[in-house]
Nanobody, 128 residues
Framework: QVQLVESGGGSVQAGGALRLSCSASRNINSIYRMGWFRQAPGNEREWVASIALWSDNKYYADSVKGRFTVSQDNAKGTVHLQMTTLKPEDTGMYYC?????????????????????WGRGTQVTVSS
């Protein structure tokens, strides 16, 4: 089973930027896609962005489109989430996830069911 470790969280003011990283180890060649989710207190975990590792296709939730960028570093087995123009509503625990199963049709919005392994999360706090 792949292990995922997130890093890069922190506290910033609105309008600031953060770069999250997710390092994968073990069986990384079996990963089809990786994604980022976030969860604010009292809310359900929501999908933020995904990247298909073989095609490098990238997908974003409408709430972060144009502000967040997901990328991969194949050599290091690492996926990044560059977050800019951060807003207080971006606050939450950010989780990295890996999916091992191919999907026949890319959904308009990924869900937890599209992923099989999860990291423990890294906290992002954006103050106004």
């Amino acid at each position: 089973q792949v292990q995922l470790v997130e890093s890069g969280g922190g506290s910033v003011q609105a309008g600031g930027a953060l770069r999250l990283s997710c390092s994968a180890s073990r069986n990384i060649n079996s990963i089809y896609r990786m994604g980022w989710f976030r969860q604010a207190p009292g809310n359900e975990r929501e999908w933020v962005a995904s990247i298909a590792l073989w095609s490098d296709n990238k997908y974003y939730a409408d709430s972060v489109k144009g502000r967040f960028t997901v990328s991969q570093d194949n050599a290091k087995g690492t996926v990044h989430l560059q977050m800019t123009t951060l807003k207080p509503e971006d606050t939450g625990m950010y989780y990295c996830a890996a999916g091992f199963r191919p999907i026949s049709r890319v959904p308009s919005r990924f869900t937890e069911a599209n992923f099989d392994s999860w990291g423990r999360g890294t906290q992002v706090t954006v103050s106004s």
